[in-house]
């Protein structure tokens, strides 16, 4: 049987995100359905017995693979990928979303930074780390300092992307830096949050023109 432009999309996202669980495809792919997970199992169980698709059954619901995709069917890195689908998730939903890439490469591998995501979203690019593990203030550290060096290297064109942190934890960022750091729990408290400085802002000013 021939792919469906549908089949295709979903493999496309397979490759991209390396992995994705049942629900998230069917979330993406078939929400406008009557039942998305029904219809979501039946096509997933049509790719993988064609060989188009792969998955594993160590997690529930069942998480799927692009065919070429090389991962340890029970990986720790399979909960940090679907963490990124997660984000992916939110900026659909927030809209005004742009590019999205998964852990682009810039520069050799270890001399630059390595971020989890590169976005746009309102026109302003970000790159997003995504932490589900408690890092070391030295870890952030180094972290930041790649981005330095990715900064100072010129490879990306100005202006820089902004950084956001995506974690439960909050990190003390000392120190300056030519770029803006974010930190929040999620991508969509994240907007939330610039919402409300906007409100403050416009606020104060109004309060201004008023005194004024």
């Known amino acids: ?12 996202h397979l490759n991209k995100f390396r992995v ?3 629900d998230s495809i ?3 792919h078939f929400s406008n359905l009557k039942n998305p997970n029904y219809a979501a199992n039946n096509v997933l169980l049509r790719l993988l017995r064609d060989g188009h698709i792969q998955r594993s059954t160590v997690f529930v619901p069942y998480v799927y693979f692009g065919p070429d995709v090389e991962i340890k069917k029970n990986s720790q890195k399979i909960g940090h990928f679907l963490a990124i689908v997660n984000v992916y998730k939110e900026l659909k939903k927030l809209g005004n979303m742009g590019t999205f890439l998964v852990e682009p490469k810039y520069g050799k591998k270890g001399d630059c930074a390595e ?10 690019n970000f790159f997003v780390e ?23 290297s010129g490879i990306m064109a100005a202006p820089f992307p902004h950084v956001l942190i ?3 934890q909050r990190y003390a960022i000392d120190g300056q830096y030519p770029f803006k750091i974010f930190q929040s729990d999620s991508f969509t408290n994240f907007v939330k949050s610039l919402t409300r400085t906007e409100s403050v802002k416009k606020e104060n000013k109004e309060v201004q023109i008023k005194i004024g």
Not at 1 to 12: E, G, Q, S
Not at 115 to 124: A, E, G, L
Request: proline residues 4%; positive net charge.
């Open 130 to 152: 995504v932490q589900r593990t408690v890092y070391s203030d030295k870890l952030m550290s180094e972290k930041f300092d790649r981005y330095i060096d990715l900064y100072n």
């Open 26 to 28: 069917a979330e993406l």
């Open 20 to 22: 994705m669980d049942r």
């Open 1 to 12: 049987m021939p792919l469906t432009n549908r089949d295709k999309a979903i493999i496309k």
């Open 166 to 168: 995506l974690s439960d």
């Open 115 to 124: 971020p989890d995501i590169f976005c746009q979203y309102r026109r302003t």
